[in-house]
């Protein structure tokens, strides 16, 4: 029985020094981005963003679509119906907007996700005039300059998107929120300069040129999944996807439990649907870690019982959370560095992206098994059964 928990413990400590040597990569991806010219280019673009129902700080979110500088935009927030409560926000921001905004109803999706409904029905709205489409979330709220570094680096023809990723940040003070939080955080590094990028819904920019060639509006026809159906269709054409660090989106978020696992538990189900590969990977590694942990425990319980030695066993317990303990250190330092708006928020509360996030994996293993029990999902209040990636049921 030990022994099998020293081959556990050994994996872990070598697969987590080879994290944190990968999370050194990712933090001097970040630092150089950060010091670049993100260029002059400056194209036409429709910033697109489907709203649903209202949600906390909704109007300061869209609002804040509405201030960027560098940029030559015009905004299109998109409702599924014109019953939507966040409707009258929506339409009191885009009429203050000092850019030009659009509201656009785009009717009751059949067979797909809501929220692609809306994009597809948007997006082929469009005039000719928008080079570029940029995808944007309700619940983000990007800084100043997120627009004008989320596009520029399209200047080069061989890229085929740029995207970004969120960061949550709790609103109130309870555990599920933190631990949404927490959720989240370890996805900031799963994007990075090398290695398999994938479009982030809330924040990635495309040349349309590049959009129609890659067929993404006939996958949109039965998917529920915006960004993992656009990362496919641009992986089809051999289109690279471009990591933007400094666009890091803040998203100020509240949840209790049942939030907590409806949002993440879709999350990982679409995962599974729409990355199998990522899925696997990622069930396997958080499964090993949290038997490697209760191995521990177990072993140090029984050796306390019958007064054994056990501080080899404590230690080897013990370095898999440490080690998991630094990346998030190293996760959080890039993030800030990013973010130096929010800089102090984010110090505030490093105790949830650095010491919560080492028992995380134990809600991974949660939301792994739920995607192995079922297909279906609630999302925004409608319920989808997830078919295939080109299939949806909406029950």
Known sequence: METFFYILALIQILLGVYLIWQVLQWLGYVRRRLHMDPGFYAPRVALLCPCKGMEPGLERNLVSLTEFERQNYEI????????????????????NSRVKAHVVIA???????EKVNNLRVAVEQLGEEFEVLVFADSDGRPGKTWLHHLV??????????????????????NLPTALLAAWNAPVVTMLGEKGRNFCWGG????????????????????????????TSALERIGRSIVFIPECLTLSY??????????????????TRVYAEKIWRAAAATHFLYCL??????????????????FFHIVTLTFLPILLSAIRGALRLIGVMESLPGARSQ????????VLLTVFIPFLYVANFVNSLSTRKMRWRGVTYELVSPEQTRIL
């Open 76 to 95: 299109f927030f998109i409702l599924a119906s014109g019953s939507d409560p966040a409707r009258s926000v929506v339409e009191r921001v885009a009429k």
């Open 107 to 113: 009717g009751s999706p059949i067979n797909c996700g």
């Open 152 to 173: 520029a680096p399209l200047g080069d023809v061989q890229i085929g998107a740029t995207t970004t990723m969120r960061w949550f940040i709790p609103n109130r003070g």
């Open 203 to 230: 924040g990635t920019a495309i040349r349309r040129t590049n959009f129609e060639q890659s067929g993404v509006m006939d996958l949109w026809r039965g998917s529920v999944s915006d960004d993992y159906s656009l």
């Open 253 to 270: 978020v509240e949840a209790d439990f049942h939030g907590l696992m409806e949002f993440t538990n879709r999350q990982i189900l679409i």
């Open 292 to 309: 490697t942990l209760l191995f521990g425990s177990l072993l140090i319980l029984g050796d306390v019982f019958t007064q054994r030695p």
């Open 346 to 353: 984010i110090t505030g509360q490093a105790w949830i992206y």
